[in-house]
């Protein structure tokens, strides 16, 4: 008899976590739609993975939709004299 620990070792996350049935409907959940054609064949719709990866993706905030500025502007209540705005805009050399 053929059963799941043959197929994974004691230390296989897979085989701690999963339970055998559960593995046997992890295929099925990747089948989005089965039906026959009119000559009689089978046509299987499989569901996006890719899609399903962005998903999950950004579900788990793997990725930015928005830019984030950390900028801090000090507006002074007095102009600048012109000795700060050399210090601050004017590059020597």
């Known amino acids: 008899m053929h059963t799941q620990a043959d ?10 976590h999963l339970s055998f049935r559960t593995m046997l409907s992890l ?3 990747a089948v989005a739609e089965v039906s026959q054609t009119v000559n009689g064949a089978l046509r299987v719709k499989m569901h996006d993975k890719h899609a399903a990866l962005v998903s999950l993706g950004r579900h788990l905030g793997l990725f930015t939709d928005h830019v984030k500025v950390d900028a801090v502007y000090g507006i ?3 102009p600048m004299s012109a000795e700060e705005w050399k210090k601050q805009y004017v590059k020597e050399g």
């Not at 197929?7 to 701690?16: C, D, N, Q, T």
């Open 7 to 16: 197929e994974f070792p004691e230390s296989s996350k897979l085989a701690r």
């Open 27 to 29: 295929p099925a959940a």
């Open 76 to 78: 002074s209540e007095e």
